[in-house]
T-cell receptor, first 114, second 114 residues
């Protein structure tokens, strides 16, 4: 079974631009979560989608948004990019929501904002 | 509120010697707990998870962890380190119930010397 895939893998943008990242979960998985990883802040939760509905949101500004499609694929969008948005963005999927559910991570999209 | 604290930011061992990566958790109830590993420029891979079935959990690549409620600890061990174990390790707890929101520790970088 194919793992979680993320596209693109690398991205360079300039301040003020917007960016859209894509995540395709493992087949049959309906929950998709997004995380931001930076050297200073570590791994931080952005949001979670389940069956096309946002179920949880982390403490990020409204410039960060996301959505999930009926096939469970998810996109996240960052508008008006800032230098501090440079990070590795990781997507994870699980079969369903639940405390013991294992989240499987994709390889990430590395975003560099100049 | 759930949280995890990784007690060492950096651990260095010689190849063939035991590995101990320490994690303490905070939770108002018996949590699920995970250890993930991240190799350079890679996504996160699940090593093992605890979901209250057994306190000693065996994972991949010879790693195991023991859940100790009295000490609120979930330390990761391996009897004999291999060069390929060099990576960053994260102790993780899900926040709340029925959620895909993971709370990550700050990570421990494992260095394996020949």
């Amino acid at each position: 079974k194919a793992g979680v895939t993320q596209t693109p893998r690398y991205l360079i943008k300039t301040r003020g631009q917007q960016v859209t990242l894509s995540c395709s979960p493992i087949s049959g998985h309906r929950s998709v979560s997004w995380y931001q990883q930076t050297p200073g802040q570590g791994l931080q939760f952005l949001f979670e989608y389940f069956s096309e509905t946002q179920r949880n949101k982390g403490n990020f500004p409204g410039r960060f948004s996301g959505r999930q499609f009926s096939n469970s694929r998810s996109e996240m969008n960052v508008s008006t990019l800032e230098l501090g948005d440079s990070a590795l963005y990781l997507c994870a999927s699980s079969i369903r929501q639940g405390m013991g559910e294992t989240q499987y991570f994709g390889p990430g999209t590395r975003l560099l904002v100049l | 509120a759930q949280s995890v604290t990784q007690l060492d930011s950096h651990v260095s061992v010689s190849e063939g010697t035991p590995v101990l990566l320490r994690c303490n958790y905070s939770s108002s109830y018996s949590p699920s707990l995970f250890w993930y590993v991240q190799h350079p420029n890679k996504g996160l891979q699940l090593l093992l998870k605890y979901t209250s079935a057994a306190t000693l959990v065996k994972g991949i690549n010879g790693f195991e962890a023991e859940f100790k409620k009295s000490e609120t600890s979930f330390h990761l061990t391996k009897p004999s380190a291999h060069m390929s174990d060099a990576a960053e390790y994260f102790c993780v707890v899900p926040k709340g119930g029925n959620t895909g929101k993971l709370i990550f520790g700050q990570g421990t970088t494992l260095q394996v010397k020949p």
